[in-house]
């Protein structure tokens, strides 16, 4: 399983960023996807999560801001995030786990800066 983000970057508060996450070598739609992001000295923590039946789940800190979709043809997960904050800086990682199992997988993260 090979996982490429991007779409990181710098940006104000305020503004927004959409990072992109392809699946390669997987058959997509057997995956719970998500995005997570880790902070210098922090935790890595659950930023979203979509399951393959497209439920989704937010970290409270990000809930009406961020969105997470799925577009299981192209093998790709996509987070939306507007009206950005400095504390959503950190690198963001994609992250796969097959259905039934307790394997995961990660992409190699992509930086988020938000300035104030």
């Known amino acids: 399983v090979q996982l490429q983000a991007s779409g990181g970057g710098l940006v104000q508060a305020g503004g927004s960023l959409r990072l992109s996450c392809a699946a390669s070598g997987v058959r997509f739609s057997n995956y719970y996807m998500a995005w997570y992001r880790q902070v210098s000295g922090k935790q890595r923590e659950l930023v979203a999560r979509i399951t393959p039946w497209n439920i989704t789940n937010y970290a409270d800190s990000v809930k009406g801001r961020f969105t997470i979709s799925r577009n299981n043809a192209e093998n790709t997960v996509i987070l939306q995030m507007n009206s950005l904050e400095s504390e959503d800086t950190g690198v963001y990682y994609c992250?796969?786990?097959?259905?039934?199992?307790?394997?995961?997988?990660w992409g190699q993260g992509t930086q988020v800066t938000v300035s104030s």
């Open positions: 992250n796969a786990v097959r259905r039934f199992s307790a394997n995961e997988w």
